[in-house]
C-alpha cells in the first residue's frame, strides 16, 4: 500500500539526496534530478540500455533519503496517526447512521406487521353490517330526500313561470309575483293541471332530467378512465347553461313587467343586462348550487350503501398504506447499503493506515514519482540536445512508463 502524500516542499524533495559518493555515475549533492539527467544522458550519448537502471537508482535513492530522514518520518508517522484517528471517527459517525437506518426499517417493518393485523380483522368482518357506514347511509337519506323535495318544488316552479306563466295577467289580477314567487311558486302543478295535462307532465318532469343528470354524474365519476373528468364537465355544463335560460326567461319576464309599469323609457332585456341583473343571478344561486349539493350527497348515500356490508375501502387504504410503507422500506435499505459501502471502504483505508504504522518506515511515492518524472526530463532534454532520432525517443519514453508502472503498481 502506497503511503500518502505527506507535507514536504517538492523543489527541495528533488533537489537533494543525502550521498557521500560523489562518483561521476552518481548524484552530486545539491544536483537537482533534471541536471541529473542531462549529465548522465550525455556520458552514455542517450544510450537505451542503461535508462532503466539508472531509472532504478533514482528510485531506491530517494526512497533511502526519505527513510534516512529522521524529522521526516516522525513527521509521516505523527500524520498517519492522525488520518488512522480521523478514520476511526469517520467510521463512527457512519455505523451511527447506519444503526438509525436499521432503526427505522425495523420500525417500517412493524407498522407493516400492525397494519397486516388489521387487513386481516377487516378480512374477517367483511360481509358484516358496517355501523359506520349505516349511520352515513340514513344522515345522507335524510339530506338527500329534503333536497329532492326542495329541487322539485324549485324546478317544477321554475319550469313553469319561464315557459307557461303569465306574469303581466297575475300582475293585473293583483298577484304581484317576485323571484321568489317564480322560484317557489305552490300553484304552479295545479295551474298547470289546469291548462293541460301535457303542462303537468312537462312540469313533473322537469326536476327529474336535473336528477337524472345528478345520477349521470355519480355513475361517470365512479369509472376508472379519464374521460371521467370529461363526461363530468359535460354534465355540469349542461346543467349550469339550462339554469341560466330558466334564470333568463325569469329575470326578462319580471323585467318587462317593471317596463310596463313605468313611463320612462328602458333597454330592452339582453344578456349583458341579465348579467347584471340580480333576479338572474338568485334563480343560478338557488338551483344550480343546491343541485351540486344535492349531487355530492347522492354521491357519499350510494357509497355508504356500498360500503355497509363490506370493508372494501377500508381494506383498501391499509393496502395502500402498506405499500407506501414497502416503498419507504426499499429506499431506506437502499441508503443502509450504501452506508455499508462507505464503511467498508473506510475499514479499507484504516487498515492500509495501521498496516503503514506498523512498518516504521515512511516515505512517499509521489516525491519519488517526482524525482523520476525530473530526471526523465533532464533525459530526453539531452537526448534532443543531441539530435537523437525520433524512434529513439520513443522508445526511452516506453522504457519510462514501463518501468515507473512495475515500480509503482
Given amino acids: 500500500m502506497a503511503p500518502s502524500i505527506f507535507s514536504l516542499k517538492p523543489q527541495a524533495s528533488t533537489n537533494n539526496i543525502v550521498s557521500a559518493n560523489s562518483s561521476p555515475d552518481n548524484k552530486i549533492q545539491d544536483e537537482t534530478y533534471k541536471n541529473y539527467g542531462i549529465r548522465i544522458c550525455g556520458k552514455v550519448t542517450a544510450s537505451l540500455n542503461v535508462l532503466n537502471p539508472f531509472l532504478l537508482s533514482v528510485y531506491n535513492g530517494e526512497k533511502q533519503r526519505q527513510i534516512s530522514d529522521k524529522e521526516l518520518q516522525e513527521q509521516r508517522k505523527n500524520q498517519l496517526s492522525n488520518e ?67 329541487l322539485f318544488i324549485f ?3 321554475t319550469f313553469y313561470s319561464a315557459f307557461f306563466k303569465n306574469f303581466l295577467e297575475s300582475y293585473l289580477s293583483g298577484d304581484k309575483t317576485g323571484v321568489g314567487k317564480a322560484m317557489f311558486d305552490p300553484q304552479a302543478l295545479p295551474n298547470a293541471l289546469h291548462n293541460g295535462l301535457g303542462e303537468l307532465v312537462f312540469i313533473i318532469c322537469a326536476p327529474i332530467i336535473f336528477m337524472g343528470l345528478g345520477y349521470c354524474l355519480h355513475y361517470f365519476m365512479t369509472s376508472k378512465s379519464f374521460t371521467r373528468f370529461l363526461k363530468a364537465g359535460s354534465i355540469l355544463l349542461i346543467t349550469v347553461m339550462f339554469d341560466c335560460i330558466l ?12 317596463v310596463l309599469m313605468t313611463i320612462d323609457d328602458m333597454p330592452s332585456f339582453s344578456p349583458s343586462l341579465a348579467f347584471v341583473d340580480i333576479n338572474f343571478w338568485a334563480v343560478i344561486f338557488c338551483g344550480f348550487i343546491v ?3 344535492w349531487g355530492i350527497v347522492f354521491d357519499m348515500t350510494l357509497t355508504a350503501y356500498e360500503d355497509l356490508r363490506s370493508n372494501k375501502y377500508e381494506i383498501g387504504q391499509i393496502k395502500h398504506r402498506i405499500d ?86
Avoid: P
Fill in 155 to 157: 324546478y317544477s316552479s
Fill in 247 to 258: 334564470a333568463y326567461l325569469i329575470g326578462k319576464n319580471l323585467y318587462d313587467i317593471d
Fill in 84 to 150: 488512522l484517528i480521523q478514520k476511526n471517527g469517520q467510521i463512527s459517525l457512519e455505523k451511527t447512521k447506519n444503526e438509525a437506518i436499521s432503526s427505522k426499517i425495523q420500525n417500517l417493518q412493524n407498522d407493516i406487521e400492525s397494519l397486516s393485523s388489521e387487513l386481516l380483522e377487516a378480512k374477517n368482518q367483511n360481509g358484516q353490517i358496517n355501523k359506520m357506514a349505516r349511520v352515513k347511509l340514513w344522515i345522507g337519506c335524510i339530506i338527500l330526500a329534503i333536497l329532492t323535495v326542495y
Fill in 324 to 409: 407506501e410503507l414497502k416503498k419507504d422500506i426499499i429506499e431506506e435499505n437502499q441508503k443502509l447499503n450504501e452506508t455499508n459501502l462507505v464503511i467498508d471502504k473506510l475499514n479499507a483505508e484504516k487498515a492500509a493506515l495501521e498496516q503503514s504504522l506498523s512498518q516504521n518506515v515512511f516515505f512517499d511515492l509521489h516525491i519519488i514519482k517526482l524525482a523520476l518524472s525530473d530526471f526523465f526530463a533532464g533525459w530526453m532534454t539531452m537526448m534532443n540536445t543531441l539530435s537523437t532520432t525520433n524512434k529513439n525517443q520513443e522508445t526511452a519514453t516506453n522504457i519510462y512508463n514501463d518501468t515507473v508502472n512495475q515500480l509503482f503498481n
Fill in 291 to 293: 343541485y351540486l349539493i
